[in-house]
């Protein structure tokens, strides 16, 4: 069995900052590419960033620069920061996306439960 337990979100400011974290547990033999998506009330999920095992990193237009994605492989773990320019639009239910291999071979896309972030003064 393989859980990702998504943590970190909160209300913050506009213009403030924060740092999701992904823990990834269970059966695994490896994780693939990693990706934060989010969804906003009344609309479809978008793809936010995702990342490579190795390491290169692929970011929506309305989060360049704004917000930067890591793992460390080591801990299992997937990182979303979200930098000093948080903006209302930013508000939605963020989701850790993971392809995973498990013990016995095979390939599965795991989401997360979700984290609320909310962007209001």
């Known amino acids: 069995q393989v859980q990702l337990v998504e943590s970190g979100g909160g209300l913050v400011q506009p213009g403030g900052s924060l740092r999701l974290s992904c823990a990834v547990s269970g059966s695994i033999f490896s994780i693939n590419a990693m990706a934060w998506y989010r969804q906003a009330p009344g609309k479809e999920r978008e793809l936010v960033a995702s990342i490579t095992r190795g390491g290169s990193t692929n970011y929506a237009d309305s989060v360049k620069g704004r917000f930067t994605i890591s793992r460390d492989n080591a801990k299992n773990t997937l990182y979303l920061q979200m930098n000093s320019l948080l903006k209302p639009e930013d508000t939605a239910v963020y989701y850790c996306?993971?392809?995973?291999?498990?013990?016995?071979?095979?390939?599965?896309?795991?989401w997360g439960q979700g984290t609320q972030v909310t962007v209001s003064s």
């Open positions: 996306n993971a392809r995973i291999a498990t013990l016995s071979g095979s390939f599965y896309n795991y």
